[in-house]
């Protein structure tokens, strides 16, 4: 039988999570700046769905452009890359976007710098992380590959349903 103290922790621990996961982690979020998902001209995640002509216009020509095969002919890409990332393309626009740092980690950083981002709808394998990131226009995910020694190797921002 629970006692009405251990009722008042079990609630406060409830309530502590909902207010860091809905206010404190959004708000950390957003004062992190550049090195955060933040570019010049707002949220990373925001690149998602831009049209070549958009892409084209924001970023100028491309470094270099190469193909990636899929294991089916619609699962092929054509990803332009760009010193602010690596920008998949599907048809006529971007779908998945490849970058070196977003939302406070880098390439490099070990298992800890993502801690803070492990919450609701987290999902956890063994050599990647996937989370949710919500307030977008369409679904987006936040894939961060790691390697067997826990230091992240790859960070995606992409539309799970495309």
Known sequence: MYSKSMRYTQ??????FFVWYMYLVPAAIAQEGESSGKTDTGDIAA???LTLE????????????????????WQDDVVFIYEAGDFYVYKDRVWQIEVKTAYGIKIGDNLGAISWMLGEGTQMYSDYFLI???????PLMLRINITSAGVISGIFIYRPDF
């Open 11 to 16: 609630l406060s621990g409830l309530i502590f």
């Open 54 to 73: 958009e892409l084209v216009s924001r970023f100028g020509l491309p470094q270099s452009v190469h193909a990636v095969r899929g294991h089916e002919p």
């Open 47 to 49: 690149l998602v769905g």
């Open 132 to 138: 949710p990131l919500r307030g977008h226009p369409w």
